[in-house]
Structure formats: C-alpha cells, structure tokens
C-alpha cells in the first residue's frame, strides 16, 4: 500500500495522474441541499432520474450550492445571512476548504464557478456599509481569497456568469444586518437592481425594475446571453406586479407572468437546455409555471405544495419541493422520484466544462 502512495505521488508530482472527474461522485446531474426528518442538514447529488448518488453532512442549513466545472467538487452555502462556505469532496464527503467571510461580512446563499473552474465569487453583505460585495477566491490554492468587487447595489443575493466571461449580479435590494436576524430594515428606500460586471469591477450596464420593491433574487442565463430573473415583493401579494423578466443588455426588461398569481414570490428560476422555455417556481403559491420565451405564454403548469427547486440537463426540467419529490416535467407523469428529506429552496445543474 505504502509502494503504491508513493507511487500516486510521484504521477500527481509529474502531472501524468488522472484528475478526479464527476464520474467518481456517481456521475450526478444536479446537487441541492435538504433536510433529513431527524433534523440534520445535508447535500445531495441526484441523477437524472432523480435518483441519490451521494449525501454529505452539512454544519447548518443550506441554501444553493456552486459545482466546480470539471472536480468532484461542490461548495454548499449557508441560508442568509449565513457566514460558512464549505468545500466538499463529494467522492467522500471530506470537507477541503472552509470559506469564512471578513469580519463585518455574510453570505447570501449564492456563488459561482468560472468557465475553467479556476476561480469561485460569492455574493456577500457588507452589513456596516450596508453594501453589497462580491468576493473572489482562487479555488487553485485551496479556495485562498484574493480579493473583492463592488456588487454596485444592496443585498446581492445570485450571481452568474454570462457566456462572454462577464458576471451578472442580482441586487436585491434591501438592507438587512446579523444582528436584526433576516428583518428587513429598508422596505421603504429600497432599490434592487440588475448589474453587469467585469471581473474587475466594472459597470457594463444597470438596470432597475419598474417597481421599486420587486427584489431581484434568481437567475438564469441562456447561451446566447439572454437572462432571466426571479423577483419578489416586498408589498400586498395581491397588488403584486409580474415577477419574472428577460433581459439582454442595453435592452429594457421583458416581463413575464401574473405576480398575484404567485403570491407575489418567485423563488426559482431556470432556462431550457435549448433556451425556447423558462421555469418559474413559488413555494408559497405551490405552482411552477413553464413559458414559451417567444410569446410568453404559459405551457405547462404543476400544482405542488412547497415546490421551488427548479433546473434543466438535456431534455429535462427537474423540480423538487419541500415533501420530497423529484419531477420531470419533460414527461407526462412529471413525478418521478420520492426522498425521505426536505428539499432547500434550489436545485443546481452541474455544468461540465
């Protein structure tokens, strides 16, 4: 055993060893965090059939989770206005890295791979300036932070990369602090907004919704750079405007759907595979709502209660929701798996590079 560490090493010294692959985890098409009827947080893997290929321990509740492009690797986030990130092994489950905020900071449930899997940003909160940030760490050197950007904007909740290697961020809007829990301190002021970014920093463009207190939480980015963003209002939910939008820079945004209908809360959202189709969830509504992006008109809809996890591979559109269930909705018998867990808000596809 020990002949054959040393000679592992000397492969991974020389670079000739094969690198891990998605294949070793149970080759999983989608990861989301749950929680298991004793109470204990967990992230899982599930295939295209909806199927468990793995379960690893979380320290608390999670939120979304980012998947490295080309490792077995997943970060796991904690719900807002959590402060731990960590790095799992989703071969084993070992935890590799533990991402803590500044002091003075939290997460917000969200990050993102770059194309090559090199570099990981998170959204966070700088709760003393009441400002939104954006840090980044260099997930070649054991996820070390290198540094921040401004998210131009309060409560950055998600972010995406768009396929020219800019990042879009969606500001939320409002203005919370740890020690207020998850109040909201700034109904009456607040002012979500839509950001294009560099890596560096800068503006590529800036865009507020019509309505100052629809929250821009969620996205989706289509191939061709189309994005789609998840809204929820901050007012009466029977007054609420459309909640979902496109957007393509330097555009205005194109709503989508009845907000009321939705008990003014969109809590995901996803593209097609192939981009003609965009997902909508409300857990409080217990409705998903599929539209054709070229008219906007609804195609499909599920009524389920607590469902909100929603993301495409291939040919599917798979949905969880809080009792359990995997859906389909490609087919048309759309519930195709049942769990003894209590699927968290997202369900996240893992893209390969």
């Known amino acids: 055993m020990a002949s054959r560490r040393r000679f592992l090493a000397g492969l991974l010294a020389t670079g000739l060893a094969p690198l891990p692959t998605w294949a070793e985890a149970g080759d999983p098409s989608f990861l989301s965090a749950a929680r298991t009827p004793g109470g204990d947080y967990v992230l899982v893997g599930l295939d295209d059939a909806g ?13 979304a989770a980012a998947a490295h492009p080309t490792r077995p690797e997943a970060v796991a986030f904690a719900r807002r206005p959590g402060t731990f990130a960590v790095v799992l092994d989703c071969r084993n489950g070992d935890v590799l890295a533990q991402l803590n905020c500044p002091q003075g900071r939290h997460f917000y449930g ?3 791979f770059d194309g090559l899997g090199d570099l990981l940003f ?19 050197r054991g996820y070390e ?22 990042l879009v961020v969606a500001n939320g809007g409002i203005d919370t602090h740890p020690a207020s829990g998850r109040e909201k301190l700034n109904i009456p002021t607040m002012r979500p907004n839509l950001t294009y970014l560099d890596v560096d920093g800068n503006i590529l463009d800036h865009i507020e919704p019509d309505h100052h207190q629809a929250s821009i939480r969620h996205l989706s980015v289509r191939a061709d750079g189309l994005v789609g ?12 405007p459309a909640l979902a939008a496109t957007h393509r820079r330097g555009e205005r945004l194109r709503y989508i759907g009845d907000g009321a ?32 992006i070229t008219t906007c008109v609804v195609v499909r809809r599920l009524h389920e209660s607590d ?13 969880t929701d809080g009792r359990g269930h995997v859906f389909d909705l490609a087919k048309i018998e759309p519930r195709i798996a049942m769990h003894e867990l209590m699927w968290d808000n997202h369900l996240v596809e893992i893209r390969r590079a």
């Open 122 to 140: 998170t959204t966070e909160n700088d709760y003393r300036a009441g400002q939104g940030r954006i840090g980044i760490w260099d997930a070649r």
């Open 229 to 240: 963003l998840a809204m929820q209002w901050q007012g009466d939910s029977a007054t609420a």
């Open 110 to 112: 969200h990050g993102t």
């Open 145 to 166: 932070r290198i540094g921040e950007i401004a998210s131009h904007g309060v409560g950055p909740h998600d972010l995406r990369f768009m396929p020219e290697g800019t």
């Open 261 to 292: 209908e939705l008990s003014g809360y969109v809590g995901s959202i996803a593209f097609s595979s192939d981009g003609t189709q965009l997902a909508i969830t409300s857990p409080r509504a217990g409705e998903a709502q599929v539209f054709d």
């Open 307 to 319: 469902i909100c996890g929603v993301a495409a591979s291939g040919t599917m559109m798979m949905l």
């Open 51 to 63: 199927a468990e290929r793995f379960r690893i321990p979380l320290p608390a509740r999670g939120h």
